[in-house]
């Protein structure tokens, strides 16, 4: 964590001291003495300090935290005097720009955050409990850094909760799944994943209960139930009990029906297969054909069933575990890439990484290494890290040209054309675009064809075609994507309509379809945050034109909420200086 965001030279000796930010902030030194420091605002430097990716200026940390007093330096000055008594070193926090250089065996826990060693259990929120009044700059990067590290504490629970189901440790499973609805009592996701725990712990009785009382929760704060993935993780397939046949072939039958049925759009029909198959596959001592079904099964679920990404992810990771136990590495390789591809889609990229860097490492061919690094781009364009995630999209391509692999290549070629939109590159993403349309058509591959359709919509709007034009065609994609009933489609080409009728001038109808995008976007749990941030991002900007102030500004702050949580660094960065253009105009 540290060497990826918060960079903190260290001296080269030893001490033992310990810097805890997360939760009640706290010093500890080599003697397990905590040692005090008075004040919210030295707090508060401090973590600006070790937070930091380059030093700062004097200047930039007075006006930041001191900016009511009557002499902010000399106040940042008392500052640093505080923490260099605290920290035990005269010699810290010298000269202009400042940077802080910890001693050598100096541990902070914020710096440990991805580290097997790291008690998820016990983390707190960033500087926990303390409010310093500093200035609305200052507030906002707090906000922004304690979102950001709230998430990666969420991710690493729901991480972990889901390896131990993988490898059987039930108890933590439940423990960590009940401190994940804690922590965020309305993802439905971390409710199924302790539901998966008590199922598996044969507590069968406490989650169905546990599943009434979130559904009366949930309808009375959110005004609607659940989706039906949390009642479906409560239930139990029963084995198929054919009689005369061995239980190895039921399997394969059930495994070679469910994937037919999905291929031939029976959605419902293949998954019922399939969980029969997980089911039978229980009692068949053959580690790679249980990898082969619940890879299948999870796949599916998280593919093909809205709202099921948790339960997907929990069989992903004990279809990874059986693969890597018989070093069917190409199986393995394949889980991480859709366990990467989950993550990222809710915008919980560090773990994606983590993810596709295991996945590249075991892909045994060029049709494996074509998908991951199409996920690669996946997720780092939505990280902010465009350029990056265009080359991976482009790696993706080439490899599956190579290999034949249309349907591959379609998906980075559509998925990349949202990449290139990113930076304005109209021409090339016309031109992704298009192709990846073709190849949709020629594959009869009509379950993705709106998402293509709502990016060329939008690259020919940029590109100044007439938006009644660009309508028509849009207009069917949205009658497509609702026949399909994929929310991300439906949202994604209502948004584009919504910016063909703003190029108009019809800003009330621009709004309207944004709104309806944004509905249809979190229709189901499993949302495309990347999508959703651009939907805030675009009412925000609409409503400026309107002067709507109060409305930009809400749709704005929920855009930057979001993609702090979400790790959009590009889309943090264009949220913040659309907050301080509007604070300059007033």
Not at 187 to 206: P, S
Not at 494 to 508: H, N, P, V, Y
Request: proline fraction near 3%; glycine fraction near 10%; charge should be negative.
């Amino acid at each position: 964590m540290r060497g990826a965001r918060w960079p903190c030279v260290l001296e080269a000796t030893q001490n033992g001291m310990k810097i805890k930010l997360l939760g009640v902030p706290a010093i500890i030194d080599g003697n397990g003495q905590e040692r005090p420091v008075k004040g919210h605002q030295v707090w508060a430097l401090l973590a600006r300090l070790l937070m930091s990716t380059s030093p700062l200026s004097r200047r930039t940390l007075a006006e930041e935290l001191f900016p009511d007093t009557v002499d902010p330096l000399g106040s940042l000055r008392w500052g640093l005097a505080a923490l260099r008594k605290a920290l035990g070193s005269a010699q810290l926090l010298r000269g202009d720009p400042i940077s802080l250089v910890l001693p050598g065996g100096t541990e902070v826990d914020l710096f440990d955050l991805a580290g097997n060693a790291f008690d998820v259990e016990a983390a707190g929120s960033l500087l926990q409990g303390l409010d310093p009044h500093c200035s609305a700059e200052f507030s906002t990067w707090l906000m922004l850094e304690r979102g950001r590290v709230s998430s990666i504490v969420d991710a690493r629970v729901r991480r972990d909760a889901q390896q131990a189901i993988a490898v059987g440790d039930i108890a933590r499973a439940i423990r960590l799944a009940e401190l994940g609805v804690r922590r965020a009592p309305f993802d439905e996701g971390l409710h199924i994943l302790l539901v998966k725990g008590l199922i598996l712990a044969g507590r069968f009785e406490v989650a169905n209960q546990h599943v009434d009382a979130t559904e009366a929760v949930f309808k009375a704060e959110l005004g609607q139930k659940p989706s039906v993935a949390l009642r479906s993780a409560a239930l139990r397939t029963p084995p198929s009990n054919a009689s005369g046949v061995s239980t190895h072939a039921v399997v394969e039958s059930l495994l070679e029906l469910g994937l037919s049925a999905q291929s031939a759009g029976a959605v419902d029909a293949g998954v019922d297969c399939l969980r029969r198959a997980a089911a039978d596959a229980e009692h068949v001592q053959d580690d790679r054909l249980q990898a082969r079904v619940l890879m299948a099964l999870g796949s599916a679920l998280v593919h093909s069933l809205r709202g099921h990404d948790d339960e997907g992810a929990i069989l992903l990771h004990q279809a990874i575990g059986k693969a890597r136990h018989c070093g069917d590495a190409g199986l393995a390789a394949t889980g991480y890439r859709e366990l990467a591809y989950v993550e990222a889609l809710a915008g919980r990229r560090p773990t994606a990484a983590e993810h596709l860097e295991l996945a590249l490492s075991m892909a045994v061919d060029d049709d494996e290494r074509a998908s991951v690094h199409g996920v690669m781009g996946f997720n780092l364009v939505d990280w902010g890290r465009v350029e990056e995630g265009l080359g991976h999209y482009g790696q993706a391509i080439e490899l599956a040209r190579s290999t034949g692999n249309h349907r591959s290549e379609a998906w980075a070629l559509g998925l990349g054309g949202w990449g290139l939109l990113a930076v304005d590159r109209t021409e090339d993403a016309d031109r992704w675009l298009t192709d990846c349309l073709e190849l949709v058509d020629g594959l009869r591959w009509t379950a993705f064809r709106p998402w293509p359709c709502a990016l060329l919509g939008e690259a020919r709007l940029r590109k100044g075609i007439d938006p009644v034009v660009v309508q028509a065609d849009l207009e069917n994609a949205f009658a497509l994507s609702c026949q399909l009933g994929d929310p991300c489609w439906e949202a994604a080409v209502a948004r584009t309509l919504g910016l063909s009728f703003e190029i108009q001038g019809k800003l009330d109808a621009s709004m309207t379809w944004l709104a309806e995008a944004r509905q249809r976007c979190v229709r189901e749990t499993d949302w495309y945050a990347g999508l959703l941030v651009e939907i805030f991002l675009d009412q925000a900007r609409i409503s400026a034109k309107q002067g709507l102030s109060a409305q930009f500004e809400a749709c704005t702050r929920e855009a930057l909420s979001l993609a702090a949580r979400t790790h959009m660094d590009g889309h943090v960065g264009r949220a913040v200086d659309l907050l301080r253009l509007a604070e300059r105009s007033r």
